[in-house]
């Protein structure tokens, strides 16, 4: 069974940082492209950012590019997001979802919603004045 298990949410000031961090099991985590979605209060979902199987390649929406930085650690089966210069409209439940497939990533710079396949439970960042 597919499991995402993030962590690393908190409340933090405006211009503060945060880690956050998915723990992915029950499958070849290494094999696949992994993204970072989140949704605001009252607000649909938005990508934030996504990386190719091995890393190689990182894909940011506009606006969080220059600020987050998104990595993995395939031998710990580990999905991070760095969020720094943190902004009051950054705040959202953030979800860790594996790709069904990077086609869409490598011709468009960004996954489709079709691409999504498998969600975790999400973690919640707020960032307060």
């Known amino acids: 069974e597919v499991q995402l298990v993030e962590s690393g949410g908190g409340m933090v000031r405006p211009g503060g940082s945060l880690r956050l961090s998915c723990a992915a099991s029950?499958?070849?985590?290494?094999?696949?492209?992994m993204s970072w979605v989140r949704q605001a209060p009252g607000k649909g979902r938005e990508w934030v950012s996504a990386?190719?199987?091995?890393?190689?390649?990182?894909y940011y929406a506009e606006s969080v590019k220059g600020r987050f930085t998104i990595s993995r650690a395939n031998p710990d089966d580990t999905l991070y997001l760095q969020m720094d210069a943190l902004k009051p409209e950054d705040t959202a439940v953030y979800y860790c979802?594996?790709?069904?497939?990077?086609?869409?990533?490598?011709?468009?710079?960004?996954?489709?919603?079709?691409?999504?396949?498998?969600w975790g439970r999400g973690t919640q960042v707020t960032v307060f004045s």
């Open positions: 979802v594996r790709l069904r497939s990077d086609d869409n990533l490598r011709m468009h710079g960004a996954p489709q919603a079709e691409d999504f396949s498998s």
């Open positions: 029950g499958f070849n985590f290494g094999a696949f492209a």
């Open positions: 990386i190719s199987w091995n890393g190689g390649y990182q």
